[in-house]
């Protein structure tokens, strides 16, 4: 039997990570156009189609094209920029409206991608972008007299080309433009490697069992440190910095509320306390759901309270000190067993892609390397990954 397949003049057909649109269906299969390159056609048979579905490098999207389901999209995507500062949203969604404008006008072969071609054409795409914002008005639903119009001065067409760049690769949406600055900022630690080691000491007393009271920790930090500080001048060596009673309060809050009720009460006590009657998502089997995350995490942090950095040298201690790294971590939501770490100096797709990759193998030869009492054997295919939209995540390499 003949495998056919029915497409809209509206749809956007993805071929192995190239973009196409419906030019003509024949008795056998279809002619699509390449998106990025007008008028350059290829022709791919019913049978092909079918295939590249088994093997997922096929991918439709139905009424792509079509203006309200492109607005439908806009509005689900402005639900999850809710989130973000009014001013911030404000700025994302214009960007994307002068990269949407910018786009139709390369696809109809108005303009190129080049800084040359962006310059003679900035005056119709000001006037078109500002012709969306007054008629849509960022998806508002009513419009009054006198209210406000969130019309900006275009870029350099050289911004605007990154800019384009930055949406396509994120699947030409707004929230790939939301700015990352909320990343930035001095992250370093304020403590020392000794003044922490001796923090995490003193907190550890309270995560034991009927253990002192949090006022009473606070009370013996700081007498640990002006202790410490003591014998360090009679040494003439240099003093610690001591924390103050709301840093080791804040410290003691970040504690996993599971395991500091296990710890003072009984794990009997803590299972009772944190059952769960809301199961939320649920799963059958391992490798259905894998949850993936990245954070920026203090490698000293990490490390002093363990008591690791006194088998390190000042060589290698010196190297931890060179500020933070990014950790992408894999979890398999049935089973809660790691499935992948991996550290990166800055969140890139590269590292993501990689990260997913170790998804799929068996790691314990990686855990023999590295001296552990036990393997890293869990592994498996992956039915379905979830993650957020950290700007990893939503590039195109990933």
């Known amino acids: 039997m003949t495998f056919h397949m029915r497409f809209e ?73 809710s989130h973000y500062p009014a001013n911030i949203v404000r700025t994302a969604l214009w960007q994307a409206t002068v990269c949407q404008v910018f786009y139709e006008m390369y696809f109809r072969g108005e303009v190129q991608k080049t800084t040359g071609s962006v310059k003679a054409a900035l005056t119709e795409i000001r006037e078109k972008t500002r012709e969306i914002i007054e008629s849509e008005q960022f998806l508002e639903r009513s419009r009054r007299g006198g209210a406000d119009v969130h019309d900006k001065l275009l870029p350099a067409p050289s911004t605007l080309l990154k800019w384009f760049k930055t949406y396509a690769e994120g699947g030409y949406r707004p929230t790939a433009l939301i700015p990352q600055y909320h990343r930035s900022g001095n992250r370093t630690a304020r403590f020392s490697i000794l003044a922490t080691s ?83 998502v649920t799963t059958t089997r391992p490798m259905e759901r894998v949850e993936m995350d990245e954070w920026k995490v203090d490698v000293i942090s990490l490390l002093a309270p363990t008591g690791l950095l006194d088998h390190l040298d000042p060589a290698q201690i010196a190297r931890l000190k060179s500020g933070r790294r990014w950790l992408y971590a894999a979890i398999d939501h049935a089973t809660r067993c790691i499935l992948s770490l991996r550290l990166a100096e800055s969140p890139n797709g590269v590292d993501a892609v990689r990260t997913l990759e170790e998804i799929t193998r068996d790691k314990t030869d990686d855990a023999r390397a590295m001296g552990c009492a036990s393997g890293w054997h869990y592994f498996g295919g992956i039915f379905t990954v979830v993650t957020d939209q950290g700007s990893a995540f939503i590039s195109e390499r990933f």
Do not use: W
């Open 9 to 81: 003049e509206s749809d956007r057909i993805t071929v192995r990570n190239t973009a196409y649109k419906i030019s003509t269906h024949t008795d056998t299969g279809v002619l699509l156009e390449h998106l990025n390159h007008p008028g350059l056609r290829t022709a791919f048979t019913f049978e092909e189609l079918s295939d590249l579905l088994t093997t997922q490098d096929l991918r439709i999207e139905r009424r792509y094209f079509d203006e309200a389901n492109r607005i439908n999209a806009l509005r689900n995507e402005y639900d999850f920029l």
């Open 198 to 280: 001796l923090m995490a000491r003193c907190i550890d007393k309270y995560l034991t069992y009927k253990g002192p009271s949090k006022e009473q920790v606070v009370a013996d930090t700081i007498y640990a440190f002006k202790d410490e500080n003591a014998l360090r001048m009679k040494r003439g060596q240099e003093l610690l910095r001591a924390p103050s009673a709301r840093t080791i309060l804040r410290r003691i809050a970040e504690l996993d509320p599971y395991y500091v009720c296990a710890t003072r009460e009984g794990i009997a006590y803590a299972n009772n306390k944190f059952n769960l009657f809301e199961r939320g």
